[in-house]
T-cell receptor, first 120, second 110 residues
Framework: DADVTQTPRNRITKTGKRIMLECSQTKGHDRMYWYRQDPGLGLRLIYYSFDVKDINKGEISDGYSVSRQAQAKFSLSLESAIPNQTALYFCATSDNLGLAGATYSTDTQYFGPGTRLTVL | QKEVEQNSGPLSVPEGAIASLNCTYSDRGSQSFFWYRQYSGKSPELIMS????GDKEDGRFTAQLNKASQYVSLLIRDSQPSDSATYLC??????????FGTGTRLLVSP
């Protein structure tokens, strides 16, 4: 079984609908992230969470919200979907082990399979 | 200026050749650097990470970092058609907030 799973894998919805994308992980990692990927723009960070009680905005959080229900679960919601939110969405996780003695983060991020969202 | 810049390609190389992928970054305080491979429609997969100036080798892959020039590269030796993918450079700005380049598409022809 995959360590990081995302549901649904594909979703087509209409403008104004509320959508929730879910991410679950069995890696035991504390840190979880939501990214979106658009052609020509690369991966951009939407929200991230370093533990259950910690939620932080990324560079493009407007129009999105998140919920960290447990260490293993991190959900992304689009309260009122709009067409320019059509994109490929990835969840990622990382631990906080890094390199021993490093004064900066060296954690590797592991990505889920992605959710392709289309807003009509 | 983008924080992380990559040539979008495609970079075309014949099978068996060395593919050289390049990335520049703007934040001099960046400390950790990553190369991810992404096949079309799939999720990014870590290929290499590098933290110190110089070269780091792992099998057919070599990552090179030059912090003074704010430049990181990935060399793929003995390129195979299965290496055809988009390669994403990512830079850690701190607190594990990765900034990704837009990727370089690599095509390896048999």
């Amino acid at each position: 079984d995959a360590d990081v799973t995302q549901t649904p894998r594909n979703r087509i919805t209409k403008t104004g609908k509320r959508i929730m994308l879910e991410c679950s992980q069995t890696k035991g990692h504390d840190r979880m992230y939501w990214y979106r990927q658009d052609p020509g723009l690369g991966l951009r960070l939407i929200y991230y969470s370093f533990d259950v009680k910690d939620i932080n905005k990324g560079e493009i959080s407007d129009g999105y919200s998140v919920s960290r229900q447990a260490q293993a679960k991190f959900s992304l919601s689009l309260e009122s979907a709009i067409p320019n939110q059509t994109a490929l969405y990835f969840c990622a996780t990382s631990d906080n082990l890094g390199l021993a003695g490093a004064t900066y983060s060296t954690d590797t991020q592991y990505f889920g399979p992605g959710t392709r969202l289309t807003v009509l | 200026q983008k924080e992380v810049e990559q040539n979008s390609g495609p970079l075309s190389v014949p099978e068996g050749a060395i593919a050289s992928l390049n990335c520049t970054y703007s934040d001099r305080g960046s400390q950790s650097f990553f190369w991810y491979r992404q096949y079309s429609g799939k999720s990014p997969e870590l290929i290499m990470s590098i933290y110190s100036n110089g070269d780091k080798e792992d099998g057919r892959f070599t990552a090179q970092l030059n912090k003074a020039s704010q430049y990181v590269s990935l060399l793929i030796r003995d390129s195979q058609p299965s290496d055809s993918a988009t390669y994403l450079c990512a830079v850690n700005r701190g607190f594990q907030k990765l900034v990704f380049g837009t990727g370089t598409r690599l095509l390896v022809s048999p």
